[in-house]
Each structure stands twice: as structure tokens, then as C-alpha cells.
């Protein structure tokens, strides 16, 4: 994952949109791109394909990305922040990121037509 990359890109984007919706949908499609990342990385890690240590570090490093979104996230994107919410507030599996991933969907869809 390259963590560093996807928060300078978020960053830009947010700079660089010209209101909240476009920041939320930015912030939306910025948090789904890591849950697909770290449900990836769970379930190499679930077959133990994967070392602790890189799969601890891609954990933090995706979390720390999930908060960056979810801070970024204003009135339109309440509900994906309700989302990421309950994705930080747990230890979850791939399974969960990619039920948190396809919930985030109806929301970027709405933002992309607002």
C-alpha cells in the first residue's frame, strides 16, 4: 500500500476541489481504495502468506489513511463516516473491510451525481 501516496493524493484532491462534495466524494473513493487494500492484506494474512510485522504495519498504515478520509468527510458524507467509524473502532477481518467497502458504493454513487 503506499500509504504516504494516497494521503498526499487525498490531500491534493481536497485542495483542489471546489466545494464539499466534491471533497466528500474525493474522501469516499480515496477510503474504498484502502479497504480494498487492507481486506487484500487480511486475507493473504488469514492464509498466512503474509509476515506479522508487514501485515501490523499495513494495518496502521490503512487506519491512518481510513482517518485521514473520514476527517475529510463534511455534511454529504455523514453516512461513509458512520462507515469508517465502525471500521476504526474495530479490529476487523477481510470480510468486514469488503462489507464496509461495498457500503461506501450507494454513497460515492450519490456524490458522483450531486
Known sequence: MANRSVVLLLAALAGACSGPVE?????VKAARTVLAEWALVEERAAQGETPA?????MRDAAREQLTTARDTLEEDGQEAAGVLDAVLAARPDAAALEQADKRLEPTETGLERS
Open 23 to 27: 471533497r466528500d466524494l474525493e474522501a
Open 53 to 57: 510485522t508487514y501485515v501490523d504495519q
